[in-house]
């Protein structure tokens, strides 16, 4: 599967985004999609992740209550808003796919978008 991120930008904290993970290439549903993030000088770190079924959804502790993933199998699409951004989640995000089951682990996950960057501005 072929995936491409989209939707970063600036922000300033406290304001919304809506990042955008475009599928292609094999059956979408047949895959778990997770967001990760990169800041500078950082490694990777896990996000969220939904499941095949779309029904459950798993979450970093820092981003519990400010971000909600979602996919539109339609669109073969998933989606990761954000808001009540913090100068702290400027990074780099990833969207990725594997199959079976939702894990947070970055070397779980067999293929990845090229990144979107989300700048948050104090």
């Known amino acids: 599967v072929q995936l491409q991120a989209s939707g970063g930008g600036l922000v300033q904290a406290g304001g919304s985004l809506r990042l955008s993970c475009a599928a292609s290439?094999?059956?979408?549903?047949?895959?778990?999609m997770g967001w990760f993030r990169q800041a500078p000088g950082k490694e990777r770190e896990f996000v969220a992740a939904?499941?095949?079924?779309?029904?459950?959804?798993v979450y970093a502790d820092s981003v519990k209550g400010r971000f909600t993933i979602s996919r539109a199998s339609a669109r073969n699409t998933v989606y990761l808003q954000i808001n009540s951004l913090k100068p702290e989640d400027t990074a780099v995000y990833y969207c990725?796919?594997?199959?079976?089951?939702?894990?947070?682990?970055?070397?779980?996950?067999?293929?990845w978008g090229q990144g979107t960057l989300v700048t948050v501005s104090s």
């Open positions: 290439g094999r059956t979408f549903s047949n895959y778990v």
């Open positions: 990725a796919a594997r199959r079976d089951t939702m894990q947070s682990a970055p070397e779980l996950y067999n293929a």
């Open positions: 939904i499941s095949l079924s779309e029904w459950n959804t």
